[in-house]
Protein backbone atom coordinates (compact mmCIF):
# COMPACT_ATOMS: atom_id res chain seq x y z
CA UNK A 1 0.00 0.00 0.00
CA UNK A 2 1.58 2.93 -0.94
CA UNK A 3 2.05 6.34 1.60
CA UNK A 4 0.26 9.02 1.51
CA UNK A 5 2.20 12.59 1.28
CA UNK A 6 0.92 15.88 0.83
CA UNK A 7 2.40 18.02 -2.49
CA UNK A 8 3.19 21.25 -0.83
CA UNK A 9 5.27 22.49 -3.79
CA UNK A 10 5.68 26.16 -2.28
CA UNK A 11 7.17 24.75 1.11
CA UNK A 12 9.15 22.15 -0.82
CA UNK A 13 11.19 25.04 -2.66
CA UNK A 14 11.30 27.38 0.36
CA UNK A 15 12.60 25.17 2.94
CA UNK A 16 15.10 23.91 -0.05
CA UNK A 17 16.28 27.79 -0.22
CA UNK A 18 14.94 27.75 -4.08
CA UNK A 19 11.97 30.57 -4.31
CA UNK A 20 13.85 31.86 -7.31
CA UNK A 21 13.06 28.62 -9.19
CA UNK A 22 9.76 28.19 -8.25
CA UNK A 23 9.30 31.67 -9.32
CA UNK A 24 10.97 31.28 -12.85
CA UNK A 25 9.06 28.39 -13.30
CA UNK A 26 5.62 29.94 -12.84
CA UNK A 27 6.67 33.06 -14.57
CA UNK A 28 7.58 30.32 -17.69
CA UNK A 29 4.33 28.87 -17.34
CA UNK A 30 2.49 31.51 -17.67
CA UNK A 31 4.33 33.31 -21.09
CA UNK A 32 4.19 29.35 -22.27
CA UNK A 33 0.27 29.07 -21.58
CA UNK A 34 -0.17 32.87 -23.17
CA UNK A 35 1.28 31.82 -26.55
CA UNK A 36 0.46 28.28 -26.95
CA UNK A 37 -2.78 27.98 -25.09
CA UNK A 38 -5.17 30.65 -24.48
CA UNK A 39 -7.17 32.57 -27.67
CA UNK A 40 -8.43 29.04 -29.46
CA UNK A 41 -12.17 27.72 -30.06
CA UNK A 42 -12.71 24.69 -27.50
CA UNK A 43 -15.31 22.10 -27.92
CA UNK A 44 -17.20 20.04 -25.31
CA UNK A 45 -16.30 16.13 -24.88
CA UNK A 46 -19.18 14.04 -25.12
CA UNK A 47 -18.57 10.13 -25.51
CA UNK A 48 -14.87 11.36 -25.90
CA UNK A 49 -15.63 12.81 -29.23
CA UNK A 50 -15.55 16.39 -29.74
CA UNK A 51 -19.04 18.38 -29.65
CA UNK A 52 -20.09 21.85 -30.74
CA UNK A 53 -22.98 24.10 -30.22
CA UNK A 54 -24.91 26.17 -32.37
CA UNK A 55 -23.27 29.53 -30.27
CA UNK A 56 -20.40 29.95 -28.50
CA UNK A 57 -19.46 31.63 -24.84
CA UNK A 58 -16.46 33.89 -24.79
CA UNK A 59 -14.14 34.18 -21.69
CA UNK A 60 -12.12 36.82 -20.70
CA UNK A 61 -9.59 37.08 -17.94
CA UNK A 62 -10.99 39.11 -14.65
CA UNK A 63 -7.02 40.16 -14.78
CA UNK A 64 -6.69 42.18 -18.03
CA UNK A 65 -10.02 41.03 -19.70
CA UNK A 66 -7.66 39.33 -22.49
CA UNK A 67 -9.46 36.79 -24.21
CA UNK A 68 -8.98 33.23 -22.52
CA UNK A 69 -10.96 31.41 -25.21
CA UNK A 70 -14.29 30.70 -27.33
CA UNK A 71 -15.88 28.06 -26.10
CA UNK A 72 -19.34 25.61 -26.47
CA UNK A 73 -22.57 27.29 -25.23
CA UNK A 74 -24.21 23.53 -24.66
CA UNK A 75 -27.92 23.10 -24.70
CA UNK A 76 -30.17 20.79 -23.10
CA UNK A 77 -29.76 18.21 -25.56
CA UNK A 78 -26.09 18.43 -25.23
CA UNK A 79 -26.63 17.62 -21.02
CA UNK A 80 -29.09 15.01 -22.40
CA UNK A 81 -26.69 13.48 -24.72
CA UNK A 82 -23.91 13.45 -21.84
CA UNK A 83 -26.08 11.96 -19.75
CA UNK A 84 -26.78 9.24 -21.33
CA UNK A 85 -22.46 8.99 -22.44
CA UNK A 86 -22.35 8.56 -18.96
CA UNK A 87 -25.06 6.13 -18.46
CA UNK A 88 -23.46 3.88 -21.39
CA UNK A 89 -20.16 3.66 -20.00
CA UNK A 90 -21.70 3.09 -16.54
CA UNK A 91 -21.61 -0.72 -16.73
CA UNK A 92 -18.49 -1.54 -17.73
CA UNK A 93 -17.05 0.65 -15.36
CA UNK A 94 -18.38 -0.27 -12.63
CA UNK A 95 -17.55 -3.63 -12.92
CA UNK A 96 -13.79 -2.34 -13.47
CA UNK A 97 -11.84 -3.87 -10.23
CA UNK A 98 -11.00 -1.16 -8.12
CA UNK A 99 -7.38 -1.43 -7.99
CA UNK A 100 -7.32 -0.52 -11.82
CA UNK A 101 -9.44 2.73 -10.96
CA UNK A 102 -6.74 3.46 -8.28
CA UNK A 103 -3.70 3.02 -11.02
CA UNK A 104 -5.76 5.64 -13.21
CA UNK A 105 -6.40 8.16 -10.80
CA UNK A 106 -2.65 8.11 -9.36
CA UNK A 107 -1.36 8.09 -12.85
CA UNK A 108 -3.80 11.21 -13.01
CA UNK A 109 -2.05 12.56 -9.96
CA UNK A 110 1.53 11.96 -11.63
CA UNK A 111 0.18 14.19 -14.58
CA UNK A 112 -0.76 17.12 -13.45
CA UNK A 113 2.26 17.17 -10.65
CA UNK A 114 4.14 16.64 -14.15
CA UNK A 115 2.06 19.51 -15.30
CA UNK A 116 1.60 21.50 -12.10
CA UNK A 117 3.03 25.02 -13.57
CA UNK A 118 1.03 25.04 -16.61
CA UNK A 119 -2.03 24.17 -15.27
CA UNK A 120 -1.32 26.99 -11.90
CA UNK A 121 -0.84 29.58 -15.05
CA UNK A 122 -3.75 28.93 -16.30
CA UNK A 123 -5.79 28.88 -13.41
CA UNK A 124 -4.20 32.51 -12.37
CA UNK A 125 -4.89 33.71 -15.84
CA UNK A 126 -8.79 32.11 -15.10
CA UNK A 127 -9.49 33.69 -12.13
CA UNK A 128 -6.86 36.08 -10.85
CA UNK A 129 -5.33 34.18 -8.12
CA UNK A 130 -1.94 34.50 -7.45
CA UNK A 131 0.77 31.97 -8.27
CA UNK A 132 1.25 30.88 -4.53
CA UNK A 133 -2.75 30.28 -4.34
CA UNK A 134 -2.71 28.57 -7.68
CA UNK A 135 -0.14 26.13 -7.18
CA UNK A 136 -1.32 25.62 -3.75
CA UNK A 137 -4.73 24.62 -5.26
CA UNK A 138 -3.02 22.11 -7.96
CA UNK A 139 -1.53 20.41 -5.19
CA UNK A 140 -4.70 19.96 -3.54
CA UNK A 141 -6.15 18.34 -6.13
CA UNK A 142 -2.88 16.32 -6.41
CA UNK A 143 -3.70 15.56 -2.54
CA UNK A 144 -7.11 14.33 -3.20
CA UNK A 145 -6.23 12.11 -5.97
CA UNK A 146 -3.75 10.13 -4.26
CA UNK A 147 -5.86 10.33 -0.62
CA UNK A 148 -9.24 8.98 -2.29
CA UNK A 149 -6.86 6.69 -3.78
CA UNK A 150 -5.50 5.28 -0.95
CA UNK A 151 -9.19 5.04 1.04
CA UNK A 152 -9.95 3.12 -1.61
CA UNK A 153 -7.01 0.83 -1.58
CA UNK A 154 -7.51 0.87 2.40
CA UNK A 155 -10.85 -0.38 2.31
CA UNK A 156 -10.15 -3.09 -0.15
CA UNK A 157 -12.85 -1.23 -2.56
CA UNK A 158 -15.19 -1.07 0.48
CA UNK A 159 -16.43 -4.78 -0.31
CA UNK A 160 -16.39 -7.01 3.96
CA UNK A 161 -17.22 -10.65 3.79
CA UNK A 162 -18.32 -12.90 7.09
CA UNK A 163 -19.73 -15.89 7.61
CA UNK A 164 -22.97 -16.79 9.47
CA UNK A 165 -22.39 -20.06 11.19
CA UNK A 166 -24.63 -22.83 10.02
CA UNK A 167 -26.76 -25.14 12.55
CA UNK A 168 -27.46 -28.85 12.43
CA UNK A 169 -30.75 -28.59 14.16
CA UNK A 170 -33.90 -28.64 11.54
CA UNK A 171 -37.33 -26.37 11.98
CA UNK A 172 -40.52 -26.95 10.09
CA UNK A 173 -40.75 -23.24 9.19
CA UNK A 174 -38.23 -20.39 9.07
CA UNK A 175 -38.91 -17.24 10.86
CA UNK A 176 -36.69 -14.29 12.18
CA UNK A 177 -33.42 -16.35 14.20
CA UNK A 178 -34.36 -19.39 12.69
CA UNK A 179 -31.26 -21.94 12.38
CA UNK A 180 -30.01 -22.67 9.26
CA UNK A 181 -27.00 -23.31 6.93
CA UNK A 182 -23.96 -21.54 6.61
CA UNK A 183 -24.11 -18.20 5.11
CA UNK A 184 -21.13 -16.70 3.00
CA UNK A 185 -22.59 -12.78 4.06
CA UNK A 186 -20.52 -9.95 1.65
CA UNK A 187 -21.23 -6.31 2.16
CA UNK A 188 -20.45 -4.49 -0.81
CA UNK A 189 -20.75 -0.57 -0.96
CA UNK A 190 -21.53 -0.23 -4.96
CA UNK A 191 -21.97 2.89 -6.96
CA UNK A 192 -25.07 4.37 -8.03
CA UNK A 193 -24.41 5.15 -11.42
CA UNK A 194 -24.66 8.38 -13.09
CA UNK A 195 -22.87 12.29 -11.21
CA UNK A 196 -23.74 15.56 -12.10
CA UNK A 197 -20.52 17.33 -10.97
CA UNK A 198 -21.48 21.27 -11.15
CA UNK A 199 -17.98 22.75 -10.47
CA UNK A 200 -17.59 26.90 -9.08
CA UNK A 201 -15.37 29.37 -9.84
CA UNK A 202 -13.33 30.07 -7.44
CA UNK A 203 -11.38 26.29 -7.12
CA UNK A 204 -11.86 25.27 -10.28
CA UNK A 205 -9.19 22.63 -10.42
CA UNK A 206 -9.03 21.44 -6.84
CA UNK A 207 -12.64 21.59 -5.81
CA UNK A 208 -13.88 20.02 -9.29
CA UNK A 209 -10.74 17.28 -9.56
CA UNK A 210 -11.98 16.30 -5.76
CA UNK A 211 -15.36 16.05 -6.77
CA UNK A 212 -15.25 13.86 -9.83
CA UNK A 213 -12.64 11.24 -8.51
CA UNK A 214 -15.22 10.97 -5.46
CA UNK A 215 -17.31 10.31 -8.07
CA UNK A 216 -15.79 8.10 -10.35
CA UNK A 217 -13.00 6.30 -8.25
CA UNK A 218 -16.13 4.68 -6.33
CA UNK A 219 -17.08 3.53 -9.85
CA UNK A 220 -19.66 6.62 -11.01
CA UNK A 221 -19.50 8.20 -14.27
CA UNK A 222 -19.90 11.92 -14.83
CA UNK A 223 -21.35 14.76 -16.63
CA UNK A 224 -19.20 17.55 -15.76
CA UNK A 225 -20.08 21.64 -16.07
CA UNK A 226 -17.21 23.81 -14.97
CA UNK A 227 -18.43 27.74 -13.96
CA UNK A 228 -19.59 28.89 -17.41
CA UNK A 229 -21.60 32.21 -17.35
CA UNK A 230 -20.76 35.22 -14.83
CA UNK A 231 -17.91 33.53 -13.68
CA UNK A 232 -16.47 31.34 -16.24
CA UNK A 233 -13.76 28.91 -15.05
CA UNK A 234 -14.07 26.38 -18.43
CA UNK A 235 -10.49 26.19 -19.74
CA UNK A 236 -9.18 25.06 -16.13
CA UNK A 237 -12.34 22.12 -16.75
CA UNK A 238 -11.09 21.14 -19.98
CA UNK A 239 -7.65 20.69 -18.35
CA UNK A 240 -8.97 18.02 -16.07
CA UNK A 241 -11.00 16.69 -19.12
CA UNK A 242 -7.28 16.32 -20.68
CA UNK A 243 -5.54 15.39 -18.27
CA UNK A 244 -8.26 12.29 -16.72
CA UNK A 245 -8.38 11.40 -20.65
CA UNK A 246 -4.34 10.63 -20.51
CA UNK A 247 -4.49 9.00 -17.63
CA UNK A 248 -6.44 6.31 -19.08
CA UNK A 249 -10.56 7.16 -18.02
CA UNK A 250 -12.28 5.68 -21.02
CA UNK A 251 -14.92 7.46 -23.26
CA UNK A 252 -17.81 8.23 -21.81
CA UNK A 253 -16.87 7.66 -18.59
CA UNK A 254 -16.08 11.77 -18.07
CA UNK A 255 -18.43 13.85 -20.18
CA UNK A 256 -17.04 17.67 -20.08
CA UNK A 257 -20.32 20.05 -21.00
CA UNK A 258 -20.12 23.54 -21.01
CA UNK A 259 -23.34 25.89 -21.20
CA UNK A 260 -25.53 27.88 -18.79
CA UNK A 261 -26.83 26.44 -15.17
CA UNK A 262 -30.57 27.47 -16.61
CA UNK A 263 -30.51 24.90 -19.39
CA UNK A 264 -26.90 22.20 -19.04
CA UNK A 265 -26.70 22.57 -15.28
CA UNK A 266 -30.67 22.17 -14.96
CA UNK A 267 -31.22 19.50 -16.66
CA UNK A 268 -28.55 17.40 -15.15
CA UNK A 269 -29.72 18.38 -12.06
CA UNK A 270 -33.64 17.44 -13.28
CA UNK A 271 -33.22 14.18 -15.37
CA UNK A 272 -33.79 10.77 -14.04
CA UNK A 273 -31.24 9.60 -15.46
CA UNK A 274 -29.03 10.90 -13.18
CA UNK A 275 -28.51 9.31 -9.90
CA UNK A 276 -26.71 12.19 -8.01
CA UNK A 277 -25.31 15.78 -7.92
CA UNK A 278 -22.15 16.87 -6.58
CA UNK A 279 -21.85 20.33 -6.10
CA UNK A 280 -20.10 23.32 -4.32
CA UNK A 281 -21.65 26.91 -4.87
CA UNK A 282 -24.44 29.13 -3.46
CA UNK A 283 -26.73 28.00 -0.49
CA UNK A 284 -29.26 29.57 -2.47
CA UNK A 285 -28.59 27.68 -5.81
CA UNK A 286 -27.72 24.40 -3.68
CA UNK A 287 -31.23 24.24 -1.80
CA UNK A 288 -33.20 25.32 -5.07
CA UNK A 289 -31.85 22.19 -6.77
CA UNK A 290 -32.66 19.98 -3.76
CA UNK A 291 -36.42 21.50 -3.64
CA UNK A 292 -36.61 21.25 -7.21
CA UNK A 293 -35.83 17.93 -7.01
CA UNK A 294 -37.71 16.47 -4.35
CA UNK A 295 -40.52 18.28 -5.44
CA UNK A 296 -41.27 16.73 -8.69
CA UNK A 297 -40.76 13.23 -6.71
CA UNK A 298 -37.21 12.38 -7.82
CA UNK A 299 -34.68 10.92 -5.88
CA UNK A 300 -31.43 11.72 -5.62
CA UNK A 301 -28.44 11.81 -3.25
CA UNK A 302 -27.15 15.18 -3.15
CA UNK A 303 -23.61 15.69 -1.68
CA UNK A 304 -23.30 19.88 -1.27
CA UNK A 305 -20.99 22.72 -0.18
CA UNK A 306 -22.95 25.69 0.25
CA UNK A 307 -20.93 28.17 1.36
CA UNK A 308 -19.99 30.00 4.72
CA UNK A 309 -20.15 33.32 6.66
CA UNK A 310 -17.26 31.87 8.83
CA UNK A 311 -15.99 34.06 12.27
CA UNK A 312 -13.03 34.84 13.89
CA UNK A 313 -13.05 35.19 18.30
CA UNK A 314 -10.37 37.21 19.40
CA UNK A 315 -10.20 36.85 23.21
CA UNK A 316 -8.56 38.99 26.02
CA UNK A 317 -6.13 36.39 26.27
CA UNK A 318 -4.81 35.96 22.06
CA UNK A 319 -1.67 36.22 21.10
CA UNK A 320 -2.79 39.48 18.90
CA UNK A 321 0.15 39.51 15.92
CA UNK A 322 -0.85 35.84 15.63
CA UNK A 323 -4.81 36.53 15.37
CA UNK A 324 -3.95 39.79 13.06
CA UNK A 325 -2.16 37.70 10.66
CA UNK A 326 -4.20 34.86 10.83
CA UNK A 327 -7.60 36.57 10.16
CA UNK A 328 -6.03 39.13 7.83
CA UNK A 329 -4.48 36.25 5.95
CA UNK A 330 -7.97 34.51 5.74
CA UNK A 331 -10.22 37.31 5.11
CA UNK A 332 -8.55 38.84 2.12
CA UNK A 333 -6.45 35.82 0.47
CA UNK A 334 -8.31 35.55 -2.93
CA UNK A 335 -10.11 38.69 -2.43
CA UNK A 336 -11.95 36.69 0.16
CA UNK A 337 -13.49 34.92 -2.55
CA UNK A 338 -13.47 31.73 -0.72
CA UNK A 339 -16.48 30.41 0.55
CA UNK A 340 -13.78 29.19 3.68
CA UNK A 341 -12.93 33.13 4.24
CA UNK A 342 -13.00 35.20 7.24
CA UNK A 343 -15.61 37.60 6.91
CA UNK A 344 -16.85 38.73 10.45
CA UNK A 345 -14.59 39.52 13.61
CA UNK A 346 -15.34 39.12 17.56
CA UNK A 347 -13.12 40.95 19.59
CA UNK A 348 -12.67 40.91 23.28
CA UNK A 349 -13.79 44.88 24.21
CA UNK A 350 -10.84 45.68 26.18
CA UNK A 351 -8.26 44.61 23.26
CA UNK A 352 -10.09 46.59 20.60
CA UNK A 353 -7.53 49.48 19.69
CA UNK A 354 -4.60 47.31 19.93
CA UNK A 355 -6.24 44.34 17.58
CA UNK A 356 -7.61 47.19 14.93
CA UNK A 357 -4.24 48.70 14.93
CA UNK A 358 -2.05 45.43 14.37
CA UNK A 359 -4.72 44.00 11.58
CA UNK A 360 -4.75 47.78 9.88
CA UNK A 361 -1.14 47.47 10.03
CA UNK A 362 -1.28 43.84 8.50
CA UNK A 363 -3.98 44.76 5.46
CA UNK A 364 -1.51 47.86 4.30
CA UNK A 365 1.37 45.73 3.68
CA UNK A 366 -0.87 43.58 1.45
CA UNK A 367 0.50 44.57 -2.45
CA UNK A 368 -2.64 45.23 -4.54
CA UNK A 369 -2.14 44.18 -8.31
CA UNK A 370 -1.78 42.04 -11.39
CA UNK A 371 -1.97 38.54 -10.22
CA UNK A 372 0.62 37.22 -12.28
CA UNK A 373 3.46 39.38 -10.77
CA UNK A 374 5.63 37.98 -7.69
CA UNK A 375 4.37 39.13 -4.78
CA UNK A 376 1.10 40.45 -5.08
CA UNK A 377 -1.49 39.36 -2.56
CA UNK A 378 -4.79 40.26 -4.02
CA UNK A 379 -5.52 40.42 -7.37
CA UNK A 380 -9.13 41.50 -9.08
CA UNK A 381 -12.53 40.63 -8.35
CA UNK A 382 -13.91 37.72 -10.29
CA UNK A 383 -16.34 40.17 -12.34
CA UNK A 384 -18.37 43.19 -12.48
CA UNK A 385 -20.90 41.30 -10.35
CA UNK A 386 -18.62 41.27 -7.91
CA UNK A 387 -17.90 44.34 -7.85
CA UNK A 388 -21.19 45.68 -7.53
CA UNK A 389 -21.96 43.61 -4.18
CA UNK A 390 -18.36 45.63 -3.07
CA UNK A 391 -20.40 48.64 -3.88
CA UNK A 392 -23.13 48.23 -2.08
CA UNK A 393 -21.01 46.85 0.95
CA UNK A 394 -19.32 50.02 1.59
CA UNK A 395 -22.76 52.34 0.69
CA UNK A 396 -24.21 49.90 3.65
CA UNK A 397 -21.26 50.25 5.56
CA UNK A 398 -21.14 54.23 5.77
CA UNK A 399 -24.75 54.73 6.00
CA UNK A 400 -24.86 52.15 9.36
CA UNK A 401 -21.62 51.44 10.43
CA UNK A 402 -17.77 52.92 10.89
CA UNK A 403 -15.40 52.29 7.82
CA UNK A 404 -12.18 51.81 9.24
CA UNK A 405 -9.90 50.92 6.21
CA UNK A 406 -10.30 50.69 3.02
CA UNK A 407 -13.80 50.74 1.00
CA UNK A 408 -12.58 52.24 -2.52
CA UNK A 409 -11.26 51.29 -5.62
CA UNK A 410 -7.89 50.64 -6.48
CA UNK A 411 -7.03 52.26 -9.87
CA UNK A 412 -4.55 50.34 -11.97
CA UNK A 413 -3.18 49.77 -15.71
CA UNK A 414 -5.30 47.08 -16.05
CA UNK A 415 -9.21 46.77 -17.18
CA UNK A 416 -10.53 44.96 -14.44
CA UNK A 417 -11.91 45.50 -10.65
CA UNK A 418 -9.34 45.56 -8.51
CA UNK A 419 -10.52 46.85 -4.77
CA UNK A 420 -8.95 47.52 -1.43
CA UNK A 421 -8.98 44.89 1.64
CA UNK A 422 -11.69 46.53 3.85
CA UNK A 423 -12.60 46.71 7.77
CA UNK A 424 -15.80 47.76 9.09
CA UNK A 425 -17.08 48.52 12.53
CA UNK A 426 -21.06 47.85 12.69
CA UNK A 427 -23.64 46.18 14.45
CA UNK A 428 -23.96 42.61 15.05
CA UNK A 429 -27.67 42.74 13.71
CA UNK A 430 -26.57 44.49 10.44
CA UNK A 431 -26.68 42.04 7.24
CA UNK A 432 -23.30 42.61 6.83
CA UNK A 433 -22.79 40.68 9.54
CA UNK A 434 -25.10 37.54 8.23
CA UNK A 435 -24.68 37.59 4.55
CA UNK A 436 -22.19 35.55 2.41
CA UNK A 437 -20.17 38.43 0.05
CA UNK A 438 -17.27 36.98 -1.44
CA UNK A 439 -15.46 40.03 -1.42
CA UNK A 440 -12.65 41.12 0.59
CA UNK A 441 -14.91 42.63 2.93
CA UNK A 442 -14.34 42.21 7.04
CA UNK A 443 -16.54 43.44 9.78
CA UNK A 444 -16.20 43.81 13.49
CA UNK A 445 -17.78 44.20 16.58
CA UNK A 446 -16.40 43.36 20.41
CA UNK A 447 -18.01 41.61 22.91
CA UNK A 448 -17.54 41.44 26.92
CA UNK A 449 -17.95 37.39 27.78
CA UNK A 450 -17.02 34.48 25.27
CA UNK A 451 -20.51 33.05 25.81
CA UNK A 452 -21.56 36.07 24.11
CA UNK A 453 -18.83 36.00 21.51
CA UNK A 454 -19.41 32.21 20.61
CA UNK A 455 -23.74 32.83 20.21
CA UNK A 456 -23.00 36.12 17.94
CA UNK A 457 -20.77 33.83 15.70
CA UNK A 458 -23.72 30.86 15.98
CA UNK A 459 -26.04 33.40 15.04
CA UNK A 460 -25.40 32.44 11.27
CA UNK A 461 -27.32 30.32 8.85
CA UNK A 462 -23.97 28.47 8.13
CA UNK A 463 -21.60 26.89 9.70
CA UNK A 464 -18.41 26.03 7.53
CA UNK A 465 -15.30 27.17 9.48
CA UNK A 466 -14.58 29.05 12.52
CA UNK A 467 -11.54 30.62 13.68
CA UNK A 468 -10.18 31.85 17.83
CA UNK A 469 -7.30 33.07 19.38
CA UNK A 470 -6.52 32.33 22.61
CA UNK A 471 -4.09 30.62 24.91
CA UNK A 472 -6.51 30.40 28.16
CA UNK A 473 -7.32 26.29 27.70
CA UNK A 474 -10.43 26.88 29.71
CA UNK A 475 -11.50 29.35 26.70
CA UNK A 476 -9.95 27.00 24.08
CA UNK A 477 -12.24 24.51 25.27
CA UNK A 478 -15.16 26.43 26.02
CA UNK A 479 -14.84 27.37 22.09
CA UNK A 480 -14.69 23.78 20.59
CA UNK A 481 -17.46 22.21 22.49
CA UNK A 482 -20.28 25.57 21.79
CA UNK A 483 -19.36 26.58 18.03
CA UNK A 484 -21.55 25.66 15.59
CA UNK A 485 -19.18 24.73 12.66
CA UNK A 486 -17.15 21.68 10.79
CA UNK A 487 -14.01 23.23 10.45
CA UNK A 488 -12.33 24.97 13.33
CA UNK A 489 -8.73 26.58 13.90
CA UNK A 490 -7.18 27.49 17.18
CA UNK A 491 -4.38 30.17 17.20
CA UNK A 492 -3.55 29.11 13.52
CA UNK A 493 -1.24 32.05 12.71
CA UNK A 494 -1.45 31.20 8.89
CA UNK A 495 -4.92 31.52 8.28
CA UNK A 496 -7.61 31.86 10.77
CA UNK A 497 -10.22 30.29 8.88
CA UNK A 498 -8.73 28.80 5.14
CA UNK A 499 -6.52 26.15 4.34
CA UNK A 500 -7.64 23.04 5.16
CA UNK A 501 -5.23 20.06 4.40
CA UNK A 502 -5.89 16.71 2.55
CA UNK A 503 -5.88 14.25 5.12
CA UNK A 504 -5.74 16.21 8.02
CA UNK A 505 -8.46 18.77 8.24
CA UNK A 506 -11.69 17.61 6.87
CA UNK A 507 -13.20 20.33 5.42
CA UNK A 508 -17.21 19.90 5.93
CA UNK A 509 -20.25 21.68 6.47
CA UNK A 510 -22.26 22.29 9.40
CA UNK A 511 -25.82 24.04 9.06
CA UNK A 512 -26.48 25.66 6.36
CA UNK A 513 -22.94 25.43 4.83
CA UNK A 514 -23.52 21.14 4.29
CA UNK A 515 -25.85 18.46 3.57
CA UNK A 516 -24.41 15.28 4.74
CA UNK A 517 -22.37 15.92 7.67
CA UNK A 518 -19.44 14.60 5.92
CA UNK A 519 -16.40 16.53 4.51
CA UNK A 520 -14.02 16.36 1.64
CA UNK A 521 -10.67 14.96 2.16
CA UNK A 522 -11.65 12.60 4.97
CA UNK A 523 -11.80 9.22 5.71
CA UNK A 524 -15.69 9.50 5.27
CA UNK A 525 -16.26 11.34 1.89
CA UNK A 526 -15.93 8.23 -0.69
CA UNK A 527 -18.69 6.08 1.21
CA UNK A 528 -21.16 9.02 -0.17
CA UNK A 529 -21.14 8.23 -3.66
CA UNK A 530 -21.66 4.23 -2.89
CA UNK A 531 -24.47 2.69 -2.02
CA UNK A 532 -24.86 -0.39 0.70
CA UNK A 533 -25.82 -3.83 -0.41
CA UNK A 534 -25.91 -6.99 1.64
CA UNK A 535 -25.72 -10.19 -0.19
CA UNK A 536 -25.93 -13.33 1.76
CA UNK A 537 -25.33 -17.26 -0.23
CA UNK A 538 -25.79 -20.56 1.67
CA UNK A 539 -22.92 -22.45 0.93
Not at 150 to 161: D, H, V
Not at 405 to 417: S, T
Request: a neutral charge; charged letters at 25%.
Amino acid sequence: MQKFENEFTYRRFVEAGKEDEFDKLFDEAVERVSKEVLGKRFPMYIGGKEVYADEELVEYSPIDKRLIGRFQKGKREHAQQAIDAALAAFSEWKEKDYKERVAIFRKAADIFAREKFNVAAILSIENGKTRYESVGEVDEAIDFLRYYALEMERNRGYIRRVKLPGSSAKVHAGFQGAPGKEEQVTIAMKPYGVFGVIAPFNFPISISVGMSTGALITGNTVVFKPSSTDNMSMLTGLKIYEIFKEAGVPDGVFNYVTGPGSEVGDEIVMSKKVSGIVFTGSRATGMSMIAKNYSNGLQKVFIVEMGGKNPAIVSKYADLDEAATGIASAAFGFDGQKCSACSRVYVHESIKEAFISKLVEKMRSFKIGNPLEKDVYMGPLISEKAHQRFIEAVEEAKKNGTIIYGGNDVKLQLNGYYVEPTLVEISHENRLFHEELFLPFLVITTYKELDDAIRMANDVEYGLTAGFYSKKKSEIKEFIDKIEAGVLYVNREISATTGAIVGFHTFVGWKGSGLTGKGTGSRFYLQQFMREQSEAVVK
